[in-house]
T-cell receptor, first 116, second 113 residues
Framework: EAQVTQNPRYLITVTGKKLTVTCSQN?????MSWYRQDPGLGLRQIYY???????DKGDVPEGYKVSRKEKRNFPLILESPSPNQTSLYFC???????????????FGSGTRLTVV | AQTVTQSQPEMSVQEAETVTLSCTYD???????LFWYKQPPSRQMILVIR??????QNATENRFSVNFQKAAKSFSLKISDSQLGDAAMYFC??????????FGTGTRLKVLA
């Protein structure tokens, strides 16, 4: 089954304790991205990756890191989480290139992060 | 910079009736793609319908159709014969032929029995 696997689904942590949210896709997609969803603000892009070793900032990158060492994996790292990073996070992947742009995202199931 | 605006934070519709959700966007590009996503209470994001900007014909998927007005930069979603399962948050999204993939703030749709 084609899917984006995102873990964990729920996470409660304390301020300053480093954490990683994992994301893996099995569709050989070039493009992967992380979003955070907050009430009234919709989905805002944190980071995206066009391919292996190619990443760039989205609209709200402060406090986050990513890496793309393998095509299938795109982890999101919070090195020193703060309460304002409490949010619902989504990983998503998509084809790119000719024809691929017309396809939408395949989303992971989301991670509800609470930082206390 | 591209923007996507959904001006209706919440809407209601009677079961079996038709409802239209609005979306406007701003871009200087001529080649792009537009999408509507549905997010039910399970929070899973589900692609509802997509539209290529170069196609004049409006996209249709069963009870879901769009009214794409390129000159007006408008992309509304019409849901016909609304069902209780249509109750969800709906997001409009814009994708350029590159890395930009922007979402609106969403419209919460309530379906009344």
């Amino acid at each position: 089954e084609a899917q984006v696997t995102q873990n964990p689904r729920y996470l409660i942590t304390v301020t300053g304790k480093k954490l990683t949210v994992t994301c893996s896709q099995n569709m050989n997609h070039e493009y992967m991205s992380w979003y955070r969803q907050d009430p009234g603000l919709g989905l805002r892009q944190i980071y995206y990756s066009m391919n292996v070793e190619v990443t760039d900032k989205g609209d709200v990158p402060e406090g986050y890191k990513v890496s793309r060492k393998e095509k299938r994996n795109f982890p999101l790292i919070l090195e020193s989480p703060s309460p304002n990073q409490t949010s619902l996070y989504f990983c998503a992947s998509s084809s790119s290139g000719t024809g691929g742009y017309s396809y939408g995202y395949t989303f992971g199931s989301g991670t509800r992060l609470t930082v206390v | 910079a591209q923007t996507v605006t959904q001006s209706q934070p919440e809407m209601s519709v009677q079961e079996a009736e038709t409802v239209t959700l609005s979306c406007t966007y701003d871009t200087s590009e001529s080649d792009y793609y537009l999408f509507w996503y549905k997010q039910p209470p399970s929070r899973q994001m589900i692609l509802v319908i997509r539209q290529e900007a170069y196609k004049q014909q409006n996209a249709t998927e069963n009870r879901f159709s769009v009214n794409f007005q390129k000159a007006a930069k408008s992309f509304s979603l019409k849901i016909s014969d609304s069902q209780l399962g249509d109750a969800a948050m709906y997001f409009c999204a814009y994708r350029s032929r590159g890395y930009k993939y922007i979402f609106g703030t969403g419209t919460r749709l309530k379906v009344l029995a």
